[in-house]
C-alpha cells in the first residue's frame, strides 16, 4: 500500500495530535504524519510535534497582509511534501478555498459537539449552558464553513446531573481521542465515499 501522508493544523494544546501520533508509533495507524501546521508558535502542540519529530510550520497570522496570503505558503508546504490528507485538530481559524479547493473531500475537523448543535467557539460551554442531555464529538468534512461540512462520523457524550465545563470536556476529549484516529484508518483505507451532504462509511 502507498504511503498516506497527514498534515495535523492545531493551535493549542494538541491532545488529539498526540492522540494521533500514538495510534501511528503503536503500529495501528498506518500513516506518515508529514506536516504540523500551527498559528501560535509558542502552543504546546509544537512541543509535541518537536518530541515526535514531526515538522512544524509555525506562522503568526498578523505578520500576513490575509489569510489566503499564509495559506498559499502553506498550500505549497502541503505540496512538497504531497499530503493527502489534511486533519483539523483544534485548529481555531476559518479556512479560505486556497485550501478548500485544492482539498475538498482530503480535509477534516473534529468539533466537540454533535454538529449542527453549537458550532464554532466555546461548543463545549454551549452545551452544559443550554441543559441539553446528549452532546459528543463530530468529524466533519471542511467546507469552508463555520463547523458546516459533511458529517463523517459522530459519538455521542451524555450530560451527568452535576456536570461542570471541565468534566465534561475531558470526558469529549476522551471521544475525539478515539473517533479522529479511527475516521483517519477509514479515510486512509478508501473506505469513505461523499454524495452531496451524504458521506458513507463501508464496512
Not at 91 to 112: A, C, D, K, S
Not at 189 to 202: H, K, L, W, Y
Request: with cysteine; proline share 5%.
Amino acid at each position: 500500500m502507498q504511503p498516506y501522508r497527514i498534515a495535523v493544523f492545531a493551535s493549542g494544546g494538541g491532545s488529539n495530535f498526540g492522540a494521533i501520533v500514538d495510534q501511528v508509533q503503536k503500529g495501528k495507524l498506518d500513516v506518515s504524519i508529514e506536516l504540523l501546521v500551527c498559528d501560535r508558535p509558542n502552543a504546546f502542540v509544537v512541543e509535541r510535534a518537536n518530541e515526535a519529530k514531526v515538522p512544524v510550520f509555525a506562522f503568526r497570522p498578523k505578520d500576513y497582509e490575509s489569510r489566503e496570503a499564509y495559506e498559499a505558503i502553506i498550500l505549497r508546504e502541503l505540496r512538497e511534501r504531497q499530503v493527502d490528507l489534511i486533519v483539523m485538530a483544534g485548529y481555531m481559524r476559518i479556512i479560505t478555498n486556497v485550501l478548500v479547493e485544492p482539498y475538498y473531500g482530503r480535509m477534516i475537523n473534529v468539533h466537540p459537539s454533535l454538529l449542527p448543535s453549537f458550532p464554532g467557539i466555546r461548543a463545549v460551554e454551549q452545551a452544559v449552558e443550554y441543559g441539553v442531555k446528549q452532546t459528543g464529538v463530530t468529524v466533519h468534512f471542511v467546507d469552508g464553513g463555520l463547523d458546516s461540512g459533511p458529517i463523517i462520523a459522530q459519538r455521542s457524550v451524555e450530560i451527568h446531573e452535576h456536570e461542570t465545563v471541565d468534566s465534561l470536556s475531558e470526558r469529549i476529549h476522551a471521544a475525539e481521542h478515539v473517533l479522529l484516529p479511527q475516521v483517519i484508518r477509514w479515510l486512509r483505507e478508501g473506505r469513505v465515499s461523499m454524495e452531496g451532504r451524504r458521506v458513507r462509511v463501508r464496512q
